[in-house]
């Protein structure tokens, strides 16, 4: 079996090793000789983080529960998230984002609804 290494990190000895007869199993190797085995059953979005723990969130669901054409969102996301916002009869409403911060966006609507927004 052959296979392709991909430094995660320049200077560290973590890899991604991908089979090229199979390139569907992926394993994902840390210096302490911690294993993952990624199968094509797998999840299709897979995030490993090596090294020290660190607290990180991938999602953050923001409830409007009072009717607003604009909803200011706080979340810990970092960066600009791509946002997907829901009426309370789960429909999907198309609204402008507008980052104001790594942390803070804020989407404007044409009417004033109630519902969810979420990040990822």
Known sequence: MSTNQ?????????????????????VIYDEDGTTVLVEEEAATQIVVQLGMA?????????????????????????????????????????GDVTYTSDTQLSVSFTAAFSGKAYLT
Not at 61 to 82: E, F, M, N
């Open 54 to 94: 660190q607290s990180f969130t991938s999602r953050h669901v923001h409830d409007q529960a009072s009717a607003a054409a604009s909803w200011a969102i706080t979340h810990a996301l970092g960066g600009r998230p791509q946002v997907t916002v829901v009426d309370t009869s789960d429909t999907v409403v198309v």
């Open 6 to 26: 991909v430094l995660v990190y320049e200077d560290s000895p973590n890899k991604v090793l991908i089979d090229e007869e199979a390139p569907t199993h992926i």
